[in-house]
């Protein structure tokens, strides 16, 4: 007999890309958690012969076919129909179901026409998956021997709150969910995919946990994740190889689930009594809306001018207005002027500075698209950084690059200050 | 022959639920926008049998299949590895390709590992489908007679951009597409979306084109989509409804499409030669980063303020310190001093004054989470809002409504002031 679940999702807007299908996502995550194995998931439209070649595929594949979307009142939602058809079983109208829903539009004010009662036909022997917060109601239904099927509809607040209430419990009572699918994200910046990969290689083949490299948008992430009789239990497995991740990774490894880069600047600034200002150019207030946006900033965050004009970085910042005449607003000797007049013009012990080419105009041979400059001080200690995120890179992904990757040096040059002091 | 598409999403991380399958909803739309039927979609795990099995479900329904995902270079990256094996060709490595690939890491000031080469390794007879913004390539392969695929790496940002870039085009070129579906999205904001269904609710009805709402994050759109033989005769259909549309909504439409409202002020502020100059408290930055998002912002955003601390808003903005005593930061006299402050400091025609409670803390009885001020300075004229956003609604989310709100003020003031000077 199969034990795993499959998803089908049913709705032609789906398929014409109207709607994002947050659905899946979200029933994907609940049969990971319960433990029980996921390996299809299909979109198919309103449409009952494509419903048909879709639950033929299915049929074989799975113990738990977990369908949503098609339950309502109009012409166009055929899912309990088709799944009718295909076992070959009539539509009935169980006892009480229509008297219930004119209940519901009464309890509304309003009165429920003869085109709703279409809602109370269900495939014979299905049981009724009540739903409290909508008009349309799913089943639970043994189908053929070994295959459970349950319908939702497709609006996902009622979706959802129908899960919770009724499958998580009728697919417990089944015996299903006996084991937990549980993981854990382990981030990193300022290292590659492959180098990271490389590095922590010996850990990539592992079965239970297994670990799993992503990247996206500068960021690389590995997901541990393990499979035990329950949460206490996965954790045991994964404790030993996330601790082993994380010695391999050193400071590249910045958080982990939901903890950002930001997250992680400000708990070290916390930690060592440190307030941080920021001079932006290229990023334009980008640096302090992440700085800002992490709760409890404003214990470290002072905030900063965003130096946009060239103006702005002479009369505020102080930049020499000769420097820029002669080596441009992009350049070394900028970014460390920004830092340090925004140091001093707001006291703080940390300035940051940045000024870049962030495109999609404005680039030359010398100075392409991509390039910027960092500078961070520290008392009277300085550092630099040059970036070339890449002349075809847009405008919002250089941005957000210099941004992170500043945030990243600075997250480096307070653990180095701070580590090197404190263990000689 | 079939003349339908489908859609194949390779990724483990999708049936975990750890990220949401945008990718699946680009691609149904850009499907629907060429007119390419499109009847099921498939999400499958990084696991060569069970890509074969979808691959075996897929390859007689459909004339193209697109698979995204697995592309990159670790063990888990199967799926050229497993389209060779199951359509029995050997894997081999494109002339040139690997030392494109070097060079790639080259300009960046890195290297490619070996590890690395794996993603130069495509099935026999299919061509490259080049990634100009990322490492990991994909191919178009008519793998057998009347079944095209088309392959890209699972990065939303790198597919769009092939996709664009290269699939268009090739299916073009196979004569596909010959209806199209297209649509324009119209955006409003500073109008309830209940407000605006009532007030273009004869619009609402029609069958070519449609009018559909839709409501996210304070911002209310109107999707307006035709069906005819070729773009310009759907344009010929929702022209009128458009121009409709846009009359009755006013001065609470701003921009159609990718228009964005920093975009709609940007363009105001070009079309009257202003500057704007922005002094953020609660938003930490976001205006600044907004504004400054759109491209050649250079020419009227000069820069900012970020006065985060109460100490920046008296010494660099001139905020009374006794008034701060008195009032608190966040109120409509330090708002005002903040705008006026920061117009004076940067010599900007317009200022823009940002203070408020953005949570999760510091909210109490009579200032809550969520009320933030807004001031808005040009010449000596000054306009000021409230704002009320709700004590249970996220720190992001006040945050976000608070500058596109600022935003949106600044634009009806531009457009008041100068249409009533233009339009006597």
Not at 27 to 55: C, M, S, W
Not at 245 to 255: C, E, I, V
């Amino acid at each position: 007999m199969n034990r795993n679940a499959e998803v089908l999702c049913v709705g032609t807007e789906l398929l014409l890309g109207q709607i994002l299908n947050t659905n899946a996502q979200y029933l994907a995550n609940e049969l990971a958690r319960l433990g029980i194995p996921h390996y299809f998931q299909t979109v198919v439209g309103d449409n009952k012969t494509r419903l048909h070649q879709a639950l033929r595929v299915a049929e074989d594949r799975a113990g738990v076919l977990v369908l949503t979307g098609g339950l309502g009142p109009t012409p166009d939602d055929l899912t309990h129909e088709s799944l009718a058809s295909y076992f070959g079983v009539p539509l009935v109208e169980p006892p009480g179901l229509w008297a219930d829903l004119q209940a519901k539009f009464q309890s509304r004010g309003r009165v429920a026409t003869v085109i709703q009662r279409k809602q109370c036909q269900l495939p014979r022997g299905a049981r009724v998956l009540p739903n409290s917060w909508g008009t349309a109601v799913g089943v639970c239904w043994e189908a053929k021997p070994g295959l459970h099927i349950l319908t939702f509809p497709g609006v996902p607040q009622e979706m959802t709150r129908m899960w919770q209430a009724t499958a998580v419990p009728y697919l417990q009572n089944l015996g299903w969910g006996q084991q937990v699918i549980t993981s854990r994200l382990l981030r990193f910046w300022g290292v590659g995919e492959a180098t990271l990969a490389q590095r922590v290689q010996h850990l990539l083949g592992g079965e239970n946990p297994t670990v799993a490299p992503y990247a996206q948008g500068g960021e690389v992430q590995l997901r541990v994740t393990a499979c035990a009789a329950n949460e206490a239990a996965a954790h045991v497995l994964m404790a030993p190889v996330i601790s082993e991740l994380k010695t391999l990774a050193g400071l590249d490894y910045f958080g982990m689930g939901e903890e950002t880069l930001p997250g992680a600047v400000g708990a070290l600034l916390t930690q060592h009594g440190q307030t941080v200002a920021v001079a932006e150019s290229c990023t334009g207030g980008l640096v302090g809306q992440l700085l800002s946006g992490v709760v409890g900033s404003s214990h470290y965050f002072q905030g900063g001018v965003i130096a946009y004009a060239d103006k702005v970085k002479t009369d505020l910042l102080g930049v020499d207005a000769q420097l820029i005449t002669q080596v441009g607003a992009v350049s070394p000797g900028v970014a460390q002027q920004m830092a340090l007049g925004v140091q001093q013009l707001l006291g703080s012990d940390w300035g940051l500075g940045l000024t870049g080419i962030s495109g999609p105009g404005g680039g030359t041979a010398s100075k392409p698209v991509g390039l910027v400059y960092l500078a961070l001080v520290q008392g009277s200690s300085l550092s630099q950084r040059e970036y070339r995120f890449g002349s075809n890179q847009s405008r919002d992904f250089i941005r957000r690059l210099s941004a992170y990757s500043a945030l990243d040096v600075l997250r480096r040059e307070i653990y180095a200050k701070f580590t090197s002091r404190d263990d000689p």
